[in-house]
């Protein structure tokens, strides 16, 4: 009679596997360089935690040896961060991770991937590896933990794969520690990169998430929401962030007014949030540099600009020159808009004149003074023929061409007092002052 015997796997003495509720084929996109990535992550930010510099080794390739080690003297782990949710990096300002995954999630990655993966702390070793479990019906990832015959100090990883070797070097460059950015200016929001070969680049603490050719600089943001894959950074949180950066690097002279208008006109997402991120100051200095480019003449406009205006704005003598939406918010916060260069040019006054109907003009001004609508009136010629009267510091300038028409005088005199209270009460005083001054040569 045959008998099936059973037999238990192998263990090392004094060793104890732990299945893991992670299933091996969680997060399929993942591979080498994400695994890398995690733990990377996670060394550098136990050296931030314990303030002890780490030691970070990774062998040549060359000698045969396909070894990565990360040590990090002082540091403590115990058992619970094998569970998810035993921790979190969640609400820190300084870590790198956010969800407190990253050692069960990388270890996953290379295990899958061909790599060994080690951790030793304290007496013990956890070796991360692969089983087929019954309860969980089908393969998870496992910790075998062996006891070690002398105690380890701090947390000691080690990774070794070919494929994990010849990974390193890109995945180091992920991170600004073992990159050399270049200038950089410090803000509450996080780093300003200044260096031309960081354009487009955006880091997210000291980790690179993306890089995004229509940003105008490189930017290093202390906070910003990512997703798991540290691929994407919200949109909202860069354009707030950077045009903050930008703003306090302009104030402090370290961006100059010429980039500013750069970064207007490209028009990236840096530039979205920036007539709310700017200062006065700033966006002065983007309308100065604008003039210096485009000459003391020149009006923002954008290609929604009427015929009848461009036209208008050409007549006066004024350059209208085509931006974006965002840099035309910017600028004519200094620099009238189309619509206020023309007002301007049209109310113009080319002299104050003599010929004209003077007893008209005083006509005008007893009903004007009367209604309290003016102190003075003054007959001119305007710039714009169109112009028929301005009211400005209470004085009430009447095209001296209109004075022969009186009603269209009156009339375009009580329009140019149209802030001056309501409508309705504004005529009904107005026309009662014509009634008391029925005709010319009442006083």
């Known amino acids: 009679m045959n008998l099936a015997i059973e037999t238990a796997p192998l263990l090392p003495p004094r060793s104890t596997i732990l299945p893991l509720t992670v299933r091996t084929d969680y997060l399929p996109t993942w591979g080498t360089k994400h695994g890398l990535r995690e733990l990377l992550q996670n060394y550098l930010d136990s050296c931030d935690d314990t303030g002890i510099a780490g030691r970070l080794e990774a062998a040549d390739p060359w000698d045969g040896d396909n070894t990565i080690t990360l040590h990090n003297p002082g540091a403590t782990i115990d058992r619970s961060a094998l569970l998810f949710g035993g921790t979190s990096k969640t609400g820190s300002e300084t870590s790198r991770g956010r969800f407190g995954e990253g050692l069960k999630l990388g270890a996953l990655a290379l295990v899958r991937d061909g790599a060994t993966v080690t951790l030793d702390h304290d007496r013990e070793r956890w070796t991360f590896g692969v089983v087929t479990s019954a309860e969980y019906g089908g393969e998870v990832l496992a910790v075998t933990v062996t006891d070690l015959d002398e105690e380890v100090d701090g947390v000691l990883v080690t990774i070794a794969g070919r494929k994990a070797i010849y990974g390193w070097s890109?995945?180091?460059?992920?991170?600004?520690?073992?990159?050399?950015?270049g200038a950089t200016f410090a803000t509450d929001d996080g780093d300003l990169l200044l260096d031309p070969n960081q354009r487009g680049n955006v880091w997210v603490r000291g980790q690179l998430i993306r890089t995004d050719g229509r940003l105008s600089f490189g930017y290093d943001l202390k906070s910003a929401w990512t997703d798991r894959d540290r691929d994407v950074v919200g949109d909202f949180d860069v354009s707030w962030a950077a045009g903050k950066m930008v703003d306090k690097a302009n104030k402090a002279g370290v961006v100059a007014a010429a980039e500013l208008l750069r970064m207007l006109n490209e028009g990236g997402g840096d530039s979205a949030y920036v007539t709310s991120t700017w200062s006065r100051e700033t966006n002065a200095k983007a309308a100065e540099a604008f003039l210096a480019v485009h000459g003391k003449?020149?009006?923002?406009?954008?290609?929604?600009?009427?015929?009848?205006?461009?036209?208008?704005?050409v007549g006066f003598g004024?350059?209208?020159?085509?931006?974006?939406?965002?840099?035309?918010?910017?600028?004519?916060?200094?620099?009238?808009?189309?619509?206020?260069?023309?007002?301007?040019?049209?109310?113009?006054?080319?002299?104050?004149?003599?010929?004209?109907?003077?007893?008209?003009?005083?006509?005008?001004?007893?009903?004007?003074?009367?209604?309290g609508l003016a102190t003075d009136v003054a007959a001119v010629t305007f710039r714009s023929p169109k112009t028929g009267a301005t009211r400005k510091d209470g004085v009430v300038r009447i095209a001296a061409s209109l004075l022969s028409d009186r009603p269209a005088a009156l009339a375009a005199a009580c329009i140019a007092c149209h802030e001056m209270g309501d409508a309705q009460e504004r005529w009904t005083k107005v026309l009662r002052a014509v009634m008391v001054l029925a005709t010319p040569e009442s006083p």
């Not at 890109?170 to 950015?181: P, S």
């Not at 003449?297 to 704005?313: H, I, Y």
């Open 318 to 371: 004024y350059v209208p020159v085509v931006v974006s939406d965002n840099a035309l918010a910017v600028l004519t916060k200094t620099i009238p808009d189309a619509h206020a260069a023309i007002q301007a040019a049209s109310s113009a006054v080319l002299n104050t004149t003599t010929d004209y109907d003077a007893d008209a003009l005083r006509w005008i001004g007893c009903i004007l003074t009367a209604c």
């Open 297 to 313: 003449g020149a009006v923002p406009v954008t290609n929604n600009l009427s015929e009848d205006d461009r036209t208008a704005l």
């Open 170 to 181: 890109e995945v180091r460059a992920l991170f600004r520690e073992f990159v050399d950015v």
